[in-house]
């Protein structure tokens, strides 16, 4: 006969090996990167990469001997990090830390200028830096505009466009927008796109439903930014796209997520989260993949070509690349009709 305590320890062991192997069998369903060409020769540029995919996708191209410019706000923190990646990979490529806040649009400016005397060309622009921070907290950007908003959409806007001539000289060159899935949930307020009625809301513990909706709202602008950016580029050599790396473990939503939820919620993430290094397979195929060389305006998932639930409207990209102008040039929010 078992005793008791044997069961009782058998049970909880049999349910984590039986989540293991689930586990285990869905990550076969999710998308690796396989293209392995070297990329000696070609300057990339990821914001955001000293954490999560942005980290992990630095690492996967580095791999492929690619030179890689690190744009983050610590570069302190990045410094120690390309320090542990060389330990990992000694023959890389070249692993460059600047410092740059999306946050700030004269820290945007400087970080190009010093692009513009350090660096010829570049070849693929990574834009993946984001945040996502409960609305009631109501941070801004320097220039006073909605975090989710400000950083998400407006910084990588500016950005972009600063870098775009360095990015002809790369020609043929991509720009990968980091979007997510949650731009499906998105809306476009015109009138009110720093979010100052759900802000209100979450200060009054009102907030409706559990995502943030800024941050789709955001993840959506991307989305429309790469449609917008696709047809004003067309003939130059740079492709554009965006993809969604899936739901995975970083410190995006750690601000949301609380440690608790990680107990309740273990089985239910186990099964359906992935690792950043996971997350970061797409990203790294927009970024390097050659079978993808000259196709513009796509959306991609697990590392294929995936098409949006979303119903664009040209209007509103339009409008939204307009008032996007307008704002950066005002250098402050400005009531838009």
Not at 52 to 80: F, Q
Not at 137 to 164: A, C, P, S, W
Not at 293 to 316: L, Q
């Amino acid at each position: 006969m078992v005793a008791p305590s044997v069961i009782y320890a058998a049970v909880p062991i049999s349910v984590l090996v039986a989540i293991g192997l689930i586990r285990k069998w869905r990550s076969r369903n999710w998308a690796k990167c396989r293209s392995n060409t070297c990329l000696r020769g070609k300057t990339y540029l990821i914001t955001g990469a000293s954490s999560g995919i942005g980290l992990e996708t630095a690492k996967a191209l580095v791999k492929r001997k690619a030179r890689i410019i690190l744009a983050c706000r610590d570069v302190v923190k990045t410094k120690a990090l390309i320090a542990n990646i060389r330990k990992e990979q000694p023959y890389g490529g070249e692993l460059i830390p600047m410092q740059l806040d999306l946050a700030s649009f004269e820290s945007i400016e400087k970080f190009v200028e010093v692009i513009k005397a350090g660096f010829y060309k570049i070849d693929v622009l990574i834009n993946n830096a984001g945040v996502a921070v409960p609305l009631k907290l109501d941070l801004k950007t320097k220039e006073g505009f909605e975090i989710h908003f400000g950083v998400n959409h407006l910084g990588h806007f500016y950005l972009t466009q600063l870098l775009l001539d360095h990015l002809k000289k790369g020609s043929p060159s991509r720009i990968v927008i980091v979007s997510s899935l949650l731009h499906e949930k998105g809306e476009i307020n015109f009138n009110d796109l720093n979010s100052r009625a759900e802000i209100e809301l979450a200060k009054q513990g009102k907030t409706r439903g559990r995502h943030i909706s800024a941050y789709n709202n955001s993840k959506l602008m991307n989305v429309y930014f790469m449609r917008g950016l696709s047809d004003r580029l067309k003939g130059t050599g740079i492709d554009v796209s965006t993809c969604c790396p899936g739901f995975c473990y970083t410190s995006l939503f750690r601000h949301s997520i609380k440690w608790y939820h990680y107990i309740f919620m273990a089985p239910i993430f186990l099964l359906f989260m992935k690792t950043a290094k996971q997350g970061a397979q797409t990203v790294v195929y927009c970024a390097s993949d050659y079978s993808i060389e000259g196709k513009t305006n796509k959306m991609y998932r697990e590392c294929a070509e995936y098409e949006s639930k979303y119903p664009f409207d040209k209007e509103v990209e339009n409008k939204l690349w307009e008032v996007s102008e307008q704002l950066i040039k005002a250098r402050k929010p400005i009531p838009i009709a």
